[in-house]
């Protein structure tokens, strides 16, 4: 058995809008659907409860799902949770996922676009001892790119 090709990867988002305006805007990936989740599902399939720290009364789990076309077909699955944890650091050392990334023609023309549309660059475009040119940039919520 083998996979037939690469799908999707899922990011929990601070904001579904300016995900989805952020990834239209820089990337030109349109989204193309959207879900509200069910409370219930919320709770029994992510594992995310009402937010204790409000009391009684507080409001059930949400999760608004959106799916962003990358060209090429793969596709980025963003979620907005209520209620919110804190974003953790990417740190390279640590087992998990560290970025997601985009094949591109022109590098360095890249990193100048990305600059100009005032993107976090965290590195400049540099050449892998393998022979690809590379940089990383952050999302809006720090994910790296």
Known sequence: MKA???SHCGITVSSFNKAVQF?????GCPLVGVAETPPDRVRA???????????????????????IRVPGGAVLEIFEFQPQLPPAAVRWNQVGLTHISFNVRNTQRWYDYLVSK????????ERSPRGHTFFFVKDFDGNLI
């Not at 990834?23 to 990337?27: G, R, T």
């Not at 399939?45 to 937010?51: A, I």
């Not at 005032?118 to 475009?125: D, F, H, I, N, T």
């Open 118 to 125: 005032g993107v976090e660059c965290v590195s400049r475009p």
């Open 23 to 27: 990834y239209w805007d820089v990337f």
């Open 4 to 6: 037939r090709s690469f």
């Open 45 to 67: 399939f992510f594992g995310v409860e009402p937010s204790t720290a409000l009391g009684q009364g507080a409001p059930l789990p949400a999760c608004t799902i959106g799916w």
